[in-house]
């Protein structure tokens, strides 16, 4: 029990965290495979990340240093939500550093600084299957999976190549895991999937409303799905942010005013930060 | 500089729950309402949000009513985010709602059938006109007359034409723990187990839509209410260390057992087919929902073509639980800036590569 809350560490009780690392443990060890699990009704929203907060809940441990992100930023409203209920029913101690943290929850970015083999990364994510806007029925798309039938998803891509002369995703972009499972790399922009390959860190993937939880063990093969002639290219809005003057960071547009003018700034705000006081 | 404005997310949280709490009190010039007066005087409320809070405890769907400011969904989601911290002791041992304490029982498929038809409190033949006397306080209704409590078994009509054998017969317990969805992830093929559980915590407007889609003509199924009847019923455990039944409690409940277009075939003579709606408190509309629903989800097992929305038992068991889907459609108000941010740089590519190709057309 812990910190006046009246819940076990970590809210979920010892059972249910049980459950989840049994679907974690399989899930690393069927990299991309989407394993079923008995999500739980949590005290927020599914949407809000329900998935990742279980995931979380299941792996942390008292001695942990975690940092809550949301569109690569510390200070939105949820990632403030979240981090708050880790502190509040678990007590770890909480970070806004990339470096110092050893459980990194996001929606939405990975983080630019390249993460260790002492980190886990959980993702919040949405719709875990790959192919749901293409195929509707959950039982249809597992029958896909088990046969490695792909074809449809390769044609969506080729059907974008040939009306726009490119592939129209530019999040939540498809990506095949050592070359067996198609994966949901959860809603990141295109431009973070390169950071997936070979990611020293265990990645760790949440769906709290479809109840899954898939998993990417260190140094595995993340290949974002592309065509010999085509080849994937990750894209960022061409400009340098304005606070730190990055140029290869992911950059987030700001309005500034009613005239059409725009300033383009870091989205991953640790990032940034740590880059204008020289860290 | 503009950018500080969509920093302080910590404060603005703080502030925004301070000024929700605010508002729910509402003007203080007003008394406050108490949870006695919501749990006494508000009971379909409660009930609806026992049923999709998947919780029977009247006094805490109070709470969560009040502190929902009235809305029922969200109300219903505090009682679920609750009850998924409580343990599961055991799985009941089938309710008898034959031995229901009725307060309500009807059939529109007898004129008279044993135990009679009960109209108990319904607002079924009110005049729906506004009662201006209610906004008056203070003025007490006439006392109702009163009959003596029986504690006869009341027969279901089911059992009745089950003894020609006219409709199809309870299919009885297999003995095996049913399905709980609340503990393990929804799986197609799903059991009408896992079907009716979905069905009883399921919206009730979705269920209503659906239900009246096949009046329609959208997987019809020529439904008559067999019988719909409301009241307590007792629940018992058998602890594996007792051996034996043991009640702990009441639950209030709308049971529905509509009767539906007959099917045969050569092995089988004709025979009247069910669906069945059981619902936590008095929810009549949401039980005879349900009941519709689940028999057009029954399509396919009885050899008919399922082609409608309420006969497609993934769409259906998918989209029912409004928990999950006013998750869902909610979460769009939290920040997509990222993903927003790459559609634009894709359209605005898509847009260049537009413009390059129609001036290159122009030249040639």
């Known amino acids: 029990m812990n910190v006046a809350s009246g819940y076990n560490f970590a809210y979920l ?76 029913t678990a007590g770890v101690a909480t970070t806004t550093h990339t470096a110092e943290a050893t459980v990194i929850q996001t929606r939405h ?84 999937n390169p950071k997936m390959d070979r990611m020293a860190a265990l990645q760790l993937f949440g769906a709290g409303r479809e109840k899954r939880i898939y998993a990417v063990p260190p140094y595995t093969s993340v290949r ?44 991953d705000t640790d990032h940034c930060e740590g880059r204008r006081d020289g860290t | 500089m503009a950018y500080v404005a969509v920093k302080g997310g910590e404060r603005a949280i ?15 010039a007003v008394a406050e309402i108490g949870v006695d007066q919501i749990e006494a005087q508000l009971g379909r409320a409660i009930d609806r949000v026992m049923a999709e809070g998947s919780l029977h405890d009247r006094g805490l769907a109070a709470l969560a009513i009040k502190q929902a400011q009235g809305d029922l969904i969200e109300a219903a989601f505090l009682l679920r985010a609750y009850r998924t911290t409580l343990p599961r002791f055991a799985a009941s041992a089938p309710l008898d709602t034959e031995a229901m304490q009725v307060r309500r029982r009807i059939s529109a498929v007898f004129k008279d059938l044993p135990g009679g038809q009960v109209l108990g409190p319904t607002t079924d033949y009110t005049h729906r006109l506004l009662d201006f006397a209610l906004a008056a306080e203070g003025i007490a209704p006439p006392r109702a007359p009163r009959a003596d409590v029986t504690d006869e078994t009341i ?23 049913p399905a709980d969805l609340t503990r393990e992830p929804l799986a197609f093929p799903a059991g009408r187990d896992v079907r009716l559980q979905a069905l009883a915590r399921g919206d009730e407007g979705f269920l209503l839509a659906l239900g009246y889609s096949t009046q329609r003509g959208w997987g019809g199924t020529h439904p008559f209410v067999g019988e719909l009847r409301v009241g307590e019923v007792g629940v018992e455990i058998v602890p594996p260390e007792l051996g034996f039944a043991i009640d702990i409690g009441d639950v209030s409940l709308t049971e ?18 069910r669906g069945y709606g059981l619902v936590f408190g008095h929810a009549e509309r949401k039980a005879m929902s349900m009941a519709l629903v689940d028999r057009a989800m029954r399509a396919a097992e009885l050899g008919e073509d399922a082609t409608a929305p309420a006969q497609n038992i993934e769409f259906v068991l998918y989209h029912c639980d409004n928990i999950e889907a006013t998750g869902f459609v909610e979460h769009l108000k939290l920040p997509h800036y990222v993903d927003f941010q790459s559609e634009l740089e894709t359209v605005r590519r898509m847009r260049a590569d537009a413009d390059a190709a129609a001036i290159r057309e122009a030249a040639e």
């Open chain 2, 155 to 177: 027969p279901s009509v089911n059992a009745i034409l089950a003894h020609e054998g006219l409709i199809e017969r309870d299919a009885g317990s297999s003995g095996e723990e």
């Open chain 1, 13 to 88: 009780d010892e059972q249910t965290k049980r459950m989840i690392r049994r679907a974690i443990l399989k899930a690393v060890a069927i990299p991309g495979h989407q394993v079923p699990f008995g999500s739980r009704e949590m005290p927020l929203p599914y949407g809000w990340g329900t998935g990742g907060i279980q995931v979380t809940a299941a792996v942390l441990g008292r001695d942990d240093v975690l940092k809550v992100i949301d569109q690569g930023a510390d200070d939105t409203t949820n990632a403030v939500s979240i981090r708050r209920f880790f502190a509040r």
């Open chain 2, 256 to 273: 529905c057992q509509m009767v539906n277009q007959f099917a045969g075939s050569r092995s089988v003579k004709p025979q009247f087919t």
């Open chain 1, 224 to 267: 974002s799905l592309d065509f010999d002639d085509h080849e994937f290219r990750a894209s960022r809005a061409p400009h340098a942010c304005l606070l730190c003057g990055a140029t290869d960071s992911y950059l987030d547009e700001v309005v500034i005013d009613d005239q059409g003018g725009r300033m383009f700034v870091c989205s």
């Open chain 1, 109 to 192: 970015r990975i983080p630019e600084t390249a993460l260790r083999q002492d980190q886990i990364i959980v993702y919040q994510v949405p719709q875990p299957e790959p192919l749901s806007r293409l195929e509707p029925s959950r039982e249809e798309t597992r029958r896909m999976h088990a046969l490695a039938d792909y074809g449809l998803m390769h044609v969506k891509l080729y059907e974008d190549i040939t009306r726009f002369g490119h592939v129209s995703i530019s999040y939540d972009y498809p990506v095949m895991v050592d070359g067996r499972y198609l994966m949901a790399p959860s809603p990141i922009p295109a431009f973070d």
């Open chain 2, 14 to 28: 703080d502030n925004a729950h301070a000024w929700l709490a605010e508002a729910r009190r509402g003007d203080p």
